[in-house]
């Protein structure tokens, strides 16, 4: 069956560590995102891609890149870490062919914890 | 700025009633609606997907309306059961006059089905 997966599904690491986080989905979706959910918050987005080598800023993208090199994979990099980036994160993806299809499906979660 | 609001923020009910989440947004220019549950610890699960152009949506015991007039979607529950027990989150994608936009989220009711 399609899915789409995270890992590591936890992580911890020391502030200022670069830190790379994993998403892969196998519905050869054009679209996929990156979400964090914060208690309070909600959940918002980081950076999203419509598309291969097409990445875009998303609400809250200040500390995160993403690189898009094929269709099924979308890693989320924390350039040096920081407490305030503690969170659950979630990717999802999206069909986007036709725009009636944008009905979103989300992973599992990578829970990350900055000391 | 689009604002996506879920009251209430708990609900805590007994077997088998009938219940509804309610879900308020602040624009009325949407492109679609979609609601979620979101079991503890894992990822978001979509249950119904609105068109702008709809008024409903049904999936088995889950029926989900849009008033967007009103900036209103209701997800109706019948013969609730414990397993219902979740937080949903209800997300719209605003409309922006010929683009999408991309989802913005409530922060969810989260529901609990007493035996």
């Known amino acids: 069956d399609a899915e789409i997966t995270q890992s590591p599904r936890h992580k911890i690491t020391e502030t200022g560590r670069q830190v790379t986080l994993a998403c892969h989905q196998t519905?050869?979706?054009?679209?996929m995102f990156w979400y964090r959910q914060d208690l309070g918050h909600g959940l918002r987005l980081i950076h999203y891609s419509y598309g291969v080598h097409d990445t875009n800023k998303g609400e809250v993208s200040d500390g995160y890149s993403v690189s898009r090199s094929n269709t099924e994979d979308l890693p989320l990099t924390l350039e040096s870490a920081a407490s305030s980036q503690t969170s659950v994160y979630f990717c999802?993806?999206?069909?986007?062919?036709?725009?009636?299809?944008?009905?979103?499906?989300f992973g599992p979660g990578t829970r990350l914890t900055v000391l | 700025k689009q604002e996506v609001t879920q009251i209430p923020a708990a609900l805590s009910v007994p077997e088998g009633e009938n219940l509804v989440l309610n879900c308020s947004f602040t624009?009325?220019?949407?492109?679609?609606l979609q609601w979620f549950r979101q079991d503890p610890g894992k990822g978001l699960t979509s249950l119904l997907l609105i068109q702008s152009s709809q008024r409903e949506q049904t999936s088995g015991r889950l029926n989900a309306s849009l008033d967007k007039s009103s900036g209103r979607s209701t997800l109706y529950i019948a013969a609730s059961q414990p397993g219902d027990s979740a937080t949903y989150l209800c997300a719209v994608r605003p409309w922006y006059g010929g683009s999408q936009g991309n989802l913005i989220f409530g922060k969810g009711t989260k529901l609990s089905v007493k035996p």
């Open positions: 519905w050869n979706h054009n679209n």
């Open positions: 624009d009325s220019a949407i492109y679609n």
């Open positions: 999802a993806s999206s069909e986007g062919r036709r725009k009636e299809l944008n009905e979103q499906f």
